[in-house]
């Protein structure tokens, strides 16, 4: 055999089968899903920490039941070079390796006080006047075309792209409040 990695199943352990049931009874045969108990001990950790304050978490995120019907390198991602990478037994450590934030199993800590989309929450801290601010200064500044200008169309253009659902603006925003 060469230098690729290949993928090998195994039967899981009685206590990761009951806790998978648990997630998702009706998984189908096959199915897989993230089991993310240190993204619930970090969870628990941050929250013990605040005395007073909110914990954010921004991220690709969704429920276990819709992870477990997709197929698991759509959750499972990987980046490489400021861009998607390859499949994740690849490039070994030449790639970022995420995967999606699984939003009931940090709700088995504490739901989240808030669950908010990108551009919800970007829009509820102040984006859109920003953006009209921009606006109005790309609009004063376009005839002149200097740095001033142009970062205000580009403030314009960052917007835009921060608030689409199907590019960077895909993020879940989930907050805990405290105190």
């Not at 990987?78 to 940090?106: F, I």
């Not at 606006?135 to 200097?146: E, K, T």
Request: with cysteine.
């Amino acid at each position: 055999m060469g230098e690729q990695l290949d993928e090998v199943l195994v039967p899981a352990e009685a206590d990761v089968v009951a806790e998978a049931r648990r997630l998702v009874p009706d998984a189908e045969p096959g199915a897989r899903i993230p089991l993310q108990h240190q993204a619930q001990a970090w969870l628990r950790q941050a929250l013990a920490l605040l005395g007073a304050g909110r914990v954010v978490v921004v991220d690709y995120a969704d429920d276990t039941a819709s992870l477990a019907r997709r197929p698991w390198t759509t959750w499972v991602r990987t980046y490489r070079a400021h861009g998607r990478g390859g499949h994740p037994l690849e490039h070994l450590g030449e790639q970022d390796l995420t995967c999606e934030v699984a939003v009931d199993q940090l709700s088995h800590v504490r739901a989240p006080s808030a669950d908010h989309s990108q551009a919800e929450f970007l829009r509820a801290h102040g984006l859109d006047a920003l953006v009209a601010h921009a606006r109005d200064a790309w609009l004063a500044r376009a005839g002149v075309g200097d740095l001033e200008a142009l970062k205000q169309r580009s403030r314009i253009v960052e917007a835009q792209a921060l608030s689409d659902p199907s590019g960077l603006g895909a993020f879940r925003v989930l907050e805990w409040e405290v105190g």
